[in-house]
């Protein structure tokens, strides 16, 4: 699996395969025609016709929605539709910045083909001039991506959390990494991708930062999320992603924003524009 490859596979969206999601008419994600099916018996919250799935327009208000839309899923949980559940409230929105329409529990988020949002931290530690980064394998008790590799840091973006305290939190929730440290961390941009997966549509934006950290600093699992951490020098990590599978789908993408960045997939290498393009779906 090269590079481009893991680009190209966050990439398979046929918009024809799904309904839109609307929200007092606006466009806020896209529902799969079995899954419609599914919402249809719930007819006094959600309106289902053979081109869109809209909140019932007595729901005006977030909070309204809210407990309305709460109900419903977790009637789909008892009945097995949404796996995963953990608790961890999303905010729907037309966009980043925008008031919530409403908020949804995180399972249910691909399944509405909603925007997502995470964080990721790239540690790294500078050993002879050489870059080594931090990777994380991921707890084989994850509902997605178990025991898959990951950055040292990663984790959604839940309702009422500004971006940098969620980094610090889970900073320290999944590396041990204290308050001071975790916001030396720099912003770096985004990564973006639409894709059908076996949970859903995931439409998800990730906002990467980068943390140098020091040599004798060893990251530690406080949350159970963490099987293990390894510090590899960065063309061993760059040996994994371009020739196996082990890296978690989107955490690929952010390796190879990294990499990108810091000049190690460069103008040179033949899919170059390609790659860059493709980090921004």
Known sequence: MS????VIACAGFEPS????????????GHVTADF???LRRHDSVFVVDDNHVDLHSSFTDAEARTVAVAKVLQALRADGLVPGWRDEPYPVAEAFNAPALLTIERAAVPLFGVRGYGVHINGYVRRAGEYHMWIARRSLKKP???????????????????LRDNLIKECGEEAGIPPALAAQAKSVGTVSYVVDRPDGLRRDV?????????????????????EEFYLWPIAEVMTLLCNSDDFKFN??????????????????HPDYVEIVAGLHA
């Open 251 to 268: 955490s690929g993408l952010v390796l190879i924003d990294f990499l990108v960045r810091h000049g190690y997939i460069d103008s040179e």
């Open 36 to 38: 419609s099916k599914r």
């Open 206 to 226: 990730l906002f990467n930062f980068d943390l140098e950290l020091p040599e004798d600093f060893e990251p530690k699992n406080v949350d159970g999320e963490v």
């Open 3 to 6: 590079c481009l490859d893991r």
């Open 144 to 162: 997605t991506g178990p025991g898959k590799l990951d950055q040292m840091v990663a984790g959604g973006q839940p309702a009422g959390l500004a």
């Open 17 to 28: 395969q799904f309904r839109a999601f609307r929200i007092s008419g606006v466009l806020v």
